[in-house]
C-alpha cells in the first residue's frame, strides 16, 4: 500500500516531533505560557489556510462522497478546532480573542504556501499527501503522550481533543484520507510517487518545524 510507504519515509521526523521539547512538556504537563501563545496565535494563521486548502480539494473531488467529506473537514477546522487553543489559552491564563489576530511567522508562511503550492501544482492525490501531516502527526502524538501523562497534567483536554477516538473526526478522518491516497496511487508511475512522497516529507518537517518556532518564538529578523 502506498499510505504505509508514506508512513515508513516519515518514521525518523515522527519521532524527532514527539521527543520535541514542546510535545514532551505537554506530556510532562508544563509548556511556557509564551511559547504556548505563539503556537495559538500562529495556529489559528495555519488553520485560516488550511480551511481554504480544504476547499481547493473539494474543488479537485470527482465524487459526492469525497466532497461531503472535505466539507465536514472545512467545517470541523473553521468551529471546532479553535476548541484546542482555548483549552492552551486557559492554561496560559490568556484571552483566547487576544490571540487571534497575529500575523504569520515565517514557518507558517512556508508551510502555508506548501500547500498552496499543492493545490495550485498538484492533483488531488498531492493535496492530501501535503495536507496529511497535520492530522496524521497529531493523531500520533496524542497516542503516544497519553500514556505517560498524570491525571492532574492540565494538557489532558488538549491530548483527549486528537485522540482517535470512535465518533471523534481526526481519529477516523485520518484513515479515510490514508484510504483516498491508497485509491488515488493505483497504477502512477515511481516518478510520480516520489514527488508525492516528497509533499508528505516536506509536511511532517514542517509541522516539526512548526513546534520549533513556537517553543523557541523564532520569528522574521527584520519587521517594519
Ligand atoms: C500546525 C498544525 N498541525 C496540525 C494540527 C492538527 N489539526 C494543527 N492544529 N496545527
Redesign the pocket.
Known sequence: MFSARLKAIAQPVLADIENHPFVRGIQAGAVPAAALMVYVEQ?TC??DAFAKVYAGALSKCTTKDQMRFFEEQIRYTLND?AG?HQILCDIAGQKLSDHQHAKQRPITYL?NEHLFNALRTGDLIDLIAAMLP??W??TEISQQIVDGAAPDNPFLPWIEF?QPQPGQI?GSMVKTLFGMVDELAIGLSEERQHEIEQRFLRSCEL?YE?WEQAYYQKDWKYKN
Request: with cysteine; proline share 7%; glycine share 0%.
Open positions: 495556529d495555519f488553520l478546532e484546542a508551510y497535520c492530522p502527526t497529531y486528537y481526526d509541522e512548526f
